[in-house]
């Protein structure tokens, strides 16, 4: 039974550019959240998805969307890269709506911005 | 809105020997779920174990357990007979329950290394 994955491993932008990362949840997950884990801190909330919709969303700007698809993987889209969007992207799935669930994280996307 | 604390950067302990790590929290919710995971230098973040605020009975896995202080909001994990596989960045968390929305909200993580 595969887990979470995440596509790229690593990724190397340029400040201002546009980057698309992308996750597909553990098989019998119908719900993906995205989290932004800068170097040496804990993993902050971007947004979770559900039923293809945007359920809950972090303090992060409107530079940050996604998207679910019908078979529940998810893209995170982030535009107008600053170099403060370098991070760790992490992705994480549930099951049951993600309300009593467990969320099992992938090894993540690291995003360089130069 | 939901707050998780952990005031110690960094740990180390001794192989077999007994560590405990610290986290405090402050949420409005009555219902919650608190956490403790780990992430390795391989980066993949990992649950070790999960209370349930209503239960009042600790949870245990194996050799890693929690202390769980509800009116004090206090929630530290204990690590019996350390590994060297233990090393890794451990990182608080709590997620408000009842609901639909599953959000964890993150300490600022301990680094602990586990010393031959």
């Known amino acids: 039974d595969a887990g979470v994955t995440q596509s790229p491993t690593h990724l190397i932008k340029t400040r201002g550019q546009q980057v698309t990362l992308r996750c597909s949840p553990k098989?019998?997950?119908?719900?993906v959240s995205w989290y932004q884990q800068a170097l040496g801190q804990g993993p902050q909330f971007i947004f979770q998805y559900y039923e293809e919709e945007e359920r809950q969303r972090g303090n992060f700007p409107d530079r940050f969307s996604g998207h679910q698809f019908p078979n529940y993987s998810s893209e995170l889209n982030v535009n107008a890269l600053l170099l403060g969007d370098s991070a760790l992207y992490l992705c994480?799935?549930?099951?049951?709506?993600?309300?009593?669930?467990?969320?099992?994280f992938g090894p993540g996307t690291r995003l360089t911005v130069t | 809105a939901q707050t998780v604390t952990q005031s110690q950067p960094e740990m180390s302990v001794q192989e077999a020997e007994t560590v405990t790590l610290s986290c405090t929290y402050d949420?409005?919710?009555?219902?919650?779920?608190l956490f403790w995971y780990k992430q390795p230098p391989s980066r993949q973040m990992i649950l070790v174990i999960r209370q349930e605020a209503y239960k009042q009975q600790n949870a245990t896995e194996n050799r890693f357990s929690v202390n769980f202080q509800k009116a004090a909001k206090s929630f530290s994990l204990k690590i019996s007979d350390s590994q060297l596989g233990d090393t890794a960045m451990y990182f608080c968390a709590s997620r408000a329950g009842g609901t639909s929305y599953g959000k964890l909200t993150f300490g600022q993580g301990t680094i602990l290394t586990v010393h031959p």
């Open positions: 949420t409005s919710e009555s219902n919650y779920y």
């Open positions: 994480a799935s549930s099951a049951a709506g993600g309300s009593g669930s467990e969320q099992y």
């Open positions: 098989s019998g997950h119908d719900t």
